[in-house]
Nanobody, 115 residues
Framework: QVQLVESGGGLVQPGGSLTLSCAVS????????MRWYRQAPGEEREWVAT???????RYADSVKGRFTISRDNTNKSASLQMASLKPEDTGVYYC?????????WGQGTQVTVSS
């Protein structure tokens, strides 16, 4: 049974930092690309960042230079370090694992950037 469990969300002031984590079980983690998505209220879910099985990372333009994605293959986890947070970063953040035609999602964790 595949499980992705996000944690680390919360309320943070503009300019602040937060680190999200995604604990993964039930898959051969090293085979999978890991992604983070987010969904703001009333908006569609949007891609934020990817780290491939070979640890190549890519970012949406809106977060480039502020967010850092990483993975720990030994502990089967992925993280998203977020800095210089803006109110427009507010949303539910989802962890995603993808390999070939297989895909799994976490339940999401809320991030709210507000003063």
């Amino acid at each position: 049974q595949v499980q992705l469990v996000e944690s680390g969300g919360g309320l943070v002031q503009p300019g602040g930092s937060l680190t999200l984590s995604c604990a993964v079980s039930g898959i051969i983690f090293g085979w999978y690309d890991m992604r983070w998505y987010r969904q703001a209220p009333g908006e569609e879910r949007e891609w934020v960042a990817t780290i491939t099985d070979r640890k190549i990372s890519r970012y949406a333009d809106s977060v480039k230079g502020r967010f850092t994605i990483s993975r720990d293959n030994t502990n089967k986890s992925a993280s998203l370090q977020m800095a210089s947070l803006k109110p427009e970063d507010t949303g539910v953040y989802y962890c995603n694992a993808r390999f070939g035609g297989r895909e799994a999602w976490g339940q999401g964790t809320q991030v709210t950037v507000s003063s």
